[in-house]
């Protein structure tokens, strides 16, 4: 079963109904964690054996399916907290600050058409949510191949999740394959014989990177008496450093996945886990593995979602074997790769021609050939700039195409 978090926006900010809710609610959760932490269990049947009669008479009102939720988000409150101490990490004893709810699909109503939620408080007590819908919702609204899981109440937004079943992937009549770097996806479109360079340039996010480590650094120097506040100030320039990159990491897979799915293409990555980036002192300075990780993540995720096939093959090797001979080159080499055959290409779609060639020799890419001798060596697509961030609003229009 896929799961996708949606976020809405209320139409007139949370009912005052629905704030005490949110507060009896935080309550109930940290009190199944103390009562967990006490009794050393976890899971929500064990919490709901342990606490659930005392519960019932410090909240009468509450309706009894927000309590049996509220020991849900205790329990994995707990797990993380028991995940923590097993790794050392420090850590203080868990609470919930943030004040929130959740119901499961039974607990609340929603009117797909019209967007509004029918959330009981207790008996006799219901309230309604009026989602604020944009063309965006009206996407999973009205797929009704998507069923409804569980409700988050925030106190600003609520986060509907929208469940399906994994869709089987089609067989692919082309593929994709990328070579993931630290600036760009760099890599081969093959359809029937032929095929191109293909390439999704993002240097942005290495810049933003950079930019948010050298303001890391000179806050801890600036603020080196106080390690609280250093801390806390670092700790905002991380958020926000991770936000930025997400959200163009998500324009980048978007414009791939795009791409894939009109033309039915498989993608081959390379599998990035167990890799370590390369410790040579420039490279210690700025980059992190996470961000290319993290695009894997989400290509691979939304790829599930559309049905859309990925294949994961090992790198090793990739940007130093020739297509064509086999010769492997151990020598350093400038941005393009040259062999002894005759051979030469740019280093990283090399790369992406190799990861190519052993998902197809391990039968990994439904029967594809590819022949690198019908490589078209003067054709670039552009899968993805930066510029089109500008452009690539969700209006179904981000282009993709685009021949140099
Ligand atoms: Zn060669």
């Not at 106080?226 to 414009?255: F, M, P, W």
């Not at 020739?322 to 990283?348: L, N, T, V």
């Not at 439904?366 to 452009?391: C, K, N, S, T, W």
Request: charged share 30%.
């Amino acid at each position: 079963m896929l799961v996708k978090g949606v976020v809405f926006r209320l139409e007139s900010g949370l009912p005052s109904e629905a704030k005490f809710l949110l507060e009896d609610f935080r309550l109930a959760v940290n009190n199944a964690i103390r009562a967990g932490l006490q009794a050393r269990v976890t899971s929500r049947n064990a919490l709901v054996k342990i606490a659930y009669k005392d519960f019932r008479e410090q909240h009468p009102m509450m309706y009894a399916q927000h309590l049996v939720s509220a020991f849900d988000v205790a329990g994995s409150v707990l797990k993380n907290h028991r995940r923590r101490l097993r790794n050392s990490v420090a850590c203080r004893i868990p609470f919930a600050k943030r004040l929130m709810m959740k119901a499961e699909n039974q607990a609340y109503k929603l009117d797909r058409e019209s967007g509004i939620i029918d959330l009981p408080i207790r008996a006799g007590c219901h309230v309604e949510l009026r989602l604020v819908v944009s063309q965006y919702h009206r996407k999973y609204l009205d797929d009704m191949a998507l069923s409804l899981g569980s409700l988050t109440v925030l106190s600003n937004r609520v986060i509907v999740a929208f469940r399906k079943d994994v869709p089987k992937p089609f067989a692919p009549e082309s593929a994709l394959s990328l070579d993931t770097n630290e600036r760009s996806l760099d890599g081969v479109f093959v359809e029937g014989d032929g095929a191109k360079a293909v390439k999704a340039d993002f240097p942005d996010i290495a810049v933003i990177q950079l930019r948010h480590h050298d303001r890391r650094k000179r806050l801890q120097k600036k603020k080196a008496h106080d390690r609280r506040i250093s801390k806390r100030l670092c700790r905002r320039e991380g958020t926000r450093e991770h936000g930025r990159i997400d959200y163009r990491l998500h324009q980048v897979a978007n414009s791939v996945l795009k791409f894939a799915e009109e033309r039915k293409s498989a993608i081959v990555l390379e599998n990035l886990t167990g890799m370590r980036p390369k410790r040579s002192k420039e490279l210690n300075r700025r980059l992190s593995l996470w961000p290319r990780r993290k695009l894997h993540q989400i290509i691979e995720y939304k790829a599930q979602w559309k049905g859309i096939p990925v294949v994961k093959v090992d790198p090793r090797n990739s940007s130093r074997t020739c297509p064509i001979c086999g010769r492997i080159q151990y020598s350093r080499m400038g941005a393009e790769f040259k062999c002894e055959c005759g051979w030469h290409m740019d280093r990283h779609i090399n790369a992406s021609i190799n990861l190519l060639q052993t998902a197809i020799s391990r039968g990994m890419a439904g029967g594809l050939r590819f022949d690198p001798g019908a490589f078209q060596h003067d054709v670039m697509m552009i899968l993805y700039e930066p510029a089109m961030a500008a452009r690539s609003e969700p209006n179904g229009t981000s282009g993709i195409v685009g021949v140099t």
